[in-house]
Structure formats: C-alpha cells, structure tokens
C-alpha cells in the first residue's frame, strides 16, 4: 500500500458511520411548531448541515425511552414531563452486509417557557419551525422528515378511504 492509499484509507475510517439503534423526539411547541436540531457539518454523522428531531444512539441493554431522556438532558438540558411512544422504523440493512437496526419516535409538547430555558449543547443551531417551511424550505434528514411528515398530517392518513387516521398511544 502506498503512503496516499494508507491516508485514503484512514481518512475513510475517520468518516465511518456508525449503525445502531436511536430513539427521537418529535417536539411540539404550539399548534404548528417543531423544535428542531440543526446538525454539526461532521463527517462522522449522519446527514451532517441537516435540520433533525432532537434523540441520539440506545446504548447496548438501554431501553430507547431511557436513551431519549438521556439524550435530550445531553443534548439540549431538558427533563420532560410527559413523553408519548409515536412510531418506530425498522431498516434492514442485511442485503448490504450491515446489521438492522431501528429508530424509535416518541411525542413531547413544550412550553415557550421551557424552550426558552434550554442550553444547546450538540448542533449548530436549534429553532422552531411550521410544517410549511420543514417540509417545504429545510435540509431535513430524512427519516426524520418522514417521521415529521407522518405526524404533522396524522389525521389525513388511514389505511382506507373512511379511516380516522392515526391515533396516538402511550407505550
């Protein structure tokens, strides 16, 4: 191996993404607004420079609502008081020699108050959004996005034409 191949490759190794399991929040202030995470342009994350739902890895043996209370205090210093279980996205990634692994989506409500309170301390930025402009205007990741786009048209979608929708639940 020459010495510009061996710095290819560690170059390639710096940047490796990680797979794992995650566990995120859909974080609602008001009746339009999501508070969103705007990601650090680094190479070793996923969707770096991308606007994202606040959450982060499940730990080995960590349940993913524990991983989600831990992430956002680690993250943006913040102790929900109610958290509501909202989907869960399975990805296999078997056909490309990498394991499966999921992403769990859970529902909090913020006050302004409490937003007002937080301290960022993983990201660039960290805002409130409508579902127009994230949809329409932002880089978002997009597992996220369709996790944001599910919830924000929850009561459009059924599994035919005369369903109600999707109805929230409490794990």
């Known amino acids: 191996m020459?010495?510009?191949t061996q710095r290819i490759s560690a170059k390639r190794s710096e940047a490796s993404l990680a797979v794992g399991d995650a566990a995120a929040a859909i974080i609602r202030i008001g009746e339009d607004g999501y508070l969103l995470q705007h990601r650090?342009?680094?190479?070793?994350i996923w969707y770096p420079g991308h606007w994202g739902c606040f959450g982060g890895a499940v730990h080995d043996g960590e349940d993913p609502?524990?991983?989600l209370v831990r992430e956002l205090h680690e993250e943006i210093e913040f102790q929900p008081t109610k958290i509501t279980y909202f989907s869960r996205f399975d990805f296999d990634l078997d056909p490309i020699g990498l394991r499966s692994y999921y992403r769990t989506y859970y529902l909090i409500t913020m006050s302004p108050e409490e937003r007002a309170a937080l301290v960022l301390h993983e990201g660039?930025?960290?805002d409130v959004f409508d579902g127009k402009t994230i949809f329409e205007e932002l880089l978002v990741t997009p597992y996220d996005a369709f996790a944001l786009f599910l919830f924000h048209h929850r009561n459009r979608l059924s599994e035919d034409a005369g369903g109600e929708g999707i109805k929230e639940t409490t794990p």
């Not at 650090?40 to 070793?44: C, K």
């Open 2 to 4: 020459t010495r510009s």
């Open 65 to 67: 609502l524990d991983a």
């Open 40 to 44: 650090d342009n680094l190479p070793h």
């Open 124 to 126: 660039d930025a960290i």
